[in-house]
């Protein structure tokens, strides 16, 4: 079954500076990768997805994420944090049979420093 | 465009009270349809699936139930709340039987058993 790892439940950078939130799955078959963003109080939106087009993923907000088998890795990246990246961060991995299902990480909450 | 609704977007409800949560999805057919549940300072728990009318699988034995009476309505329901059901609970929808389209959530319900 597949299984998602979110390393850090909190993690705080300087504005400026780069966002790295770690991510690692585990996945008998080909995965499905996404990254979703979450403010306070609201649904939770899709930041990108990985479909096996491409290892390197550009989503909304100036973010990216570089799919690496070897390594069963799919680390969320930033060049320079603004204070709007405050939020929850998922990384989540999807079932190709059954329910269709999507298995989402613990969550790591970035906080921005001014 | 695709919308989905879900209402009430807060709810206080005593302990042994009947609750029903609804949520609806426009612009689109047979969505694959998911009920999770947030905890304060959890990630996201998948309660209910549903690939098509009358289609319900349970992820989690507990005091709640789901019911899809129409194509693109999903409804979250419980006979006598308990203090363990409050959270924050989401709505999502998929397109059928694809798993890398990812989801789009609803703005949640805040759940509070008093």
């Known amino acids: 079954a597949q299984s998602v790892t979110q390393l850090g439940s909190h993690v705080s950078v300087s504005e400026g500076a780069l966002v790295l939130l770690r991510c690692n799955y585990s996945s008998s078959v080909p995965p499905y990768l996404f990254w979703y963003v979450q403010y306070p109080n609201q649904g939770l939106q899709l930041l990108l997805k990985y479909t096996s087009a491409a290892t390197l993923v550009k989503g909304i907000n100036g973010f990216e994420a570089e799919f690496k088998k070897s390594e069963t890795s799919f680390h969320l990246t930033k060049p320079s944090a603004h204070m709007s990246d405050a939020a929850e961060y998922f990384c989540a991995v999807g079932e190709p049979t059954g329910g269709f299902k999507t298995i989402f990480g613990a969550g790591t909450r970035l906080f921005v420093k001014a | 465009s695709q919308t989905i609704h879900q209402w009430p977007a807060t709810l206080v409800q005593p302990v042994g009270s009947p609750l029903s949560l609804e949520c609806t999805v426009e612009g689109t057919s047979n969505p694959n349809l998911y009920w999770y549940r947030q905890a304060a300072g959890r990630g996201l728990q998948l309660l209910f699936y549903?690939?098509?009318?009358?289609?319900i699988s349970s992820e989690v034995p507990q005091n709640l139930s789901a019911s899809r009476p129409q194509d693109r309505q999903f409804i979250l329901s419980s006979k006598k709340l308990l203090l363990s059901d409050s959270g924050f609970y989401l709505c999502?929808?998929?397109?059928?039987?694809?798993?890398?389209?990812?989801?789009?959530f609803g703005s949640g319900t805040r759940l509070t058993v008093v």
């Open positions: 549903s690939v098509g009318i009358g289609q």
């Open positions: 999502a929808w998929s397109r059928l039987q694809v798993t890398n389209y990812g989801y789009t």
